[in-house]
C-alpha cells in the first residue's frame, strides 16, 4: 500500500502563494507519475498539474504561469508552489500516484486525503 500526506493548504487572500507538499510512503516504486488534482464545491476533480519521475510537467491551462510542480525523488514528496492565487483556485487540492508494479506490470493510482486552499479577502 502507498500512503500520500498533503500539508500545506490554508486561507490566503487574492494575489497571494502557498506551497502545497505531498510526501509519499509505503510501497513505492520507481516507474510512477504524480499530480495534483483539484475539486471545488459542485464542481468535478480537475487536473491541476503533473509530473513525471523524470521531471516532465504538464499544467491546466487556467493555473499555467502561476503554478509550478516539482517533485525530490530522494524525499518521494511532490511540492506546488502556487503564486498570484484567484478566488476561483479555492478548492480541496489532491495529491495523486500512479505507480507500475514491476514484477506484474500493472499500474495502481492512490490519492491523499485532500487540503483546503481557500482564496479569499
Known amino acids: 500500500q502507498v500512503q500520500l500526506v498533503e500539508s500545506g493548504g490554508g486561507l490566503v487572500q487574492p494575489g497571494g502563494s502557498l506551497r502545497l507538499s505531498c510526501a509519499a510512503s509505503?510501497?513505492?516504486?520507481?516507474?510512477?507519475?504524480m499530480g495534483w488534482y483539484r475539486q471545488a464545491p459542485g464542481k468535478q476533480r480537475e487536473l491541476v498539474a503533473s509530473?513525471?519521475?523524470?521531471?516532465?510537467?504538464n499544467y491546466a491551462d487556467s493555473v499555467k504561469g502561476r503554478f509550478t510542480i516539482s517533485r525530490d525523488n530522494a524525499k518521494n514528496t511532490m511540492y506546488l508552489q502556487m503564486n498570484s492565487l484567484k478566488p476561483e483556485d479555492t478548492a480541496v487540492y489532491y495529491c495523486?500516484?500512479?505507480?507500475?508494479?514491476?514484477?506484474?506490470?500493472?499500474?495502481?493510482?492512490?490519492w491523499g486525503q485532500g487540503t483546503q486552499v481557500t482564496v479569499s479577502s
Open positions: 495523486n500516484r500512479r505507480q507500475m508494479n514491476p514484477v506484474i506490470g500493472s499500474w495502481t493510482e492512490y
Open positions: 509505503g510501497s513505492l516504486f520507481s516507474i510512477n507519475d
Open positions: 509530473v513525471t519521475r523524470s521531471g516532465s510537467t
